[in-house]
């Protein structure tokens, strides 16, 4: 009797190694989890192995099939590994958003593509695979999220402080800047509760990144949806801390926000970008321009009201910034009650209309590609602005970024935040988080002491 032998699928999430970027101090850098439910695709036949650069160096491992995921800004990276298996006629295939934006170049460093979501179409990649009849490309579709798939977190790497975890797909807004629309449909999904409660009681970490796009949605039904969720865990028991991204409407029903704050919420992000009303409209920000720049700090007092701590995402280097635009935006930061501040540079990325836009205008200035890719992770400016030179304009803003993250005032907004929260705790993640947020933009610099966050509510100092 032949007795088959064991199949080897490794999967890879390749690391940029520039040191600057959008990086991620390693106690808050979020699981891979489209990896993770790929593993959980796989059959049980298969030995999965899962390599994450974020926390280990690449070595070279034995498999028969090798699965890459990639941002832009890695995916020069991944190609880079693709080709050693490649070179040695071992199989890879590749997904994730660059993959799916651009799969005529991909498949030129890869032997199979997947494009958009893979719950529809992995279980097709390997019977391929097993038949020896891989496919050039592969095309997911946009199923519904009920018994999807729970990923195999027993393969993710033992020291992530976060878990992560989706409880929806989907955004309507569309925006000008950003590719999940694209990616994931203009319309929400929702994963049944019951479900999303079953996979959250299996993660051993205390705190969660709940990586919708938008927790709460845009309409009543999913607000409701969203409070039920929250009740649910808090009847579950679930005790967990956790974060997640909203946009500004996630105070017009403070149900949510209560709810939200019972059941372990203690940071919101939400997209601000920008405090200039031209702006919001070039980029298609519709509910930012509706509720208008000055109810910014009134949604930030509605959620401190619950000890939630606000993470206000700004973007710095729009096409028509002049350094008063830049001096206005930092000052901005500093005066409003937002706890966090994420700053990022204009960045259009493949599958947006900024791309599309910024390349039938000639206005990319980076375009030796795919080498040019590891300069999109929103730490350079790629193009050529209206207002002022590329350069001069890049240089003007890192100085800016001096100003947003300086260490005497990041002290004093942390102070601030305890005051408006009423949380120690709460206060300190968010110091730590400005902290972290200055290193994505400055690279790896020292922080403030070592320090390795367990949770919100428990540090160890070393």
């Not at 032997?111 to 496919?135: C, H, K, M, Y």
């Not at 919420?265 to 702006?279: A, H, P, T, V």
């Not at 005051?419 to 200055?438: D, E, L, P, Q």
Request: proline residues 4%; aromatic residues 12%.
């Amino acid at each position: 009797m032949k007795v088959s032998r064991t199949k080897t699928l490794l999967l890879v999430n390749p690391a940029n190694k520039s040191g600057t970027g959008f990086i991620m101090n390693k106690d808050t850098r979020y699981q891979p989890l489209s990896l993770g439910i790929i593993a959980a695709l796989t059959p049980s036949d298969w030995k999965v192995k899962i390599i994450d650069e974020n926390f280990r160096d690449f070595r070279y491992y034995e498999a028969d099939l090798v699965g890459l995921t990639a941002f832009s800004s890695t995916i020069s990276r991944a190609y880079e590994l693709a080709k050693i298996y490649r070179d040695k006629g071992i199989p890879t295939v590749i997904g994730g958003i660059h993959a799916s934006m651009c799969p005529e170049e991909a498949a030129e460093y890869v032997d199979s593509v997947v494009v958009g979501e893979a719950e529809s179409s992995w279980p097709q990649v390997i019977r391929d695979f097993e038949t020896n009849n891989l496919q050039r490309i592969y095309k997911g579709a946009l199923t519904d999220l009920i018994q999807s798939p729970k990923p195999r977190r027993d393969l993710f790497y033992p020291g992530y402080v976060f878990a992560s975890v989706q409880t929806t797909r989907g955004c309507p807004m569309n925006c000008d800047f950003c590719s999940v629309t694209a990616f994931n449909g203009s319309q929400y999904r929702y994963r049944p509760i019951d479900e999303v409660i079953s996979e959250m009681k299996e993660i051993p970490q205390k705190n969660i990144f709940i990586l919708d796009d938008n927790i709460v949605g845009s309409t009543a039904k999913s607000q409701a949806r969203a409070i039920e969720l929250f009740k649910t865990m808090i009847d579950q028991g679930i005790n967990k801390n956790w974060v997640s991204q909203a946009s500004l409407n996630v105070a017009d029903n403070e149900e949510v926000l209560k709810y939200a704050a019972k059941s372990g919420c203690r940071m919101l992000f939400l997209g601000i970008e920008s405090e200039r009303e031209d702006q919001l409209t070039g980029a298609n920000k519709k509910l930012n321009v509706k509720m208008g720049v000055n109810s910014y700090d009134d949604v930030f007092r509605k959620i401190h009201k619950y000890g939630i701590a606000v993470i206000a995402g700004f973007i710095f280097g729009w096409e028509n910034d002049t350094v008063e635009r830049i001096d206005h935006r930092v000052k901005f930061t500093r005066e409003c009650h937002a706890d966090a501040i994420q700053s990022t540079m204009l960045t259009p990325l493949p599958g947006t209309k900024l791309f599309d836009r910024m390349k039938s205008e000639g206005k990319l200035v980076m375009t030796n590609f795919p080498e040019d890719w590891k300069n999109f992770g929103y730490d350079t400016l790629v193009f050529n602005p209206l207002t002022m030179d590329r350069k001069e304009l890049q240089d003007y803003i890192f100085k800016a970024y001096d100003k947003v993250y300086d260490p005497a005032f990041l002290k004093r907004r942390m102070l601030k935040t305890w005051w408006r929260t009423g949380s120690f705790i709460i206060a300190y993640w968010s110091y730590m988080s400005n902290w972290n947020y200055r290193s994505m933009v400055f690279g790896r610099i020292k922080k403030p002491r070592n320090w390795v966050m367990d949770s919100p509510f428990k540090r160890k100092m070393k």
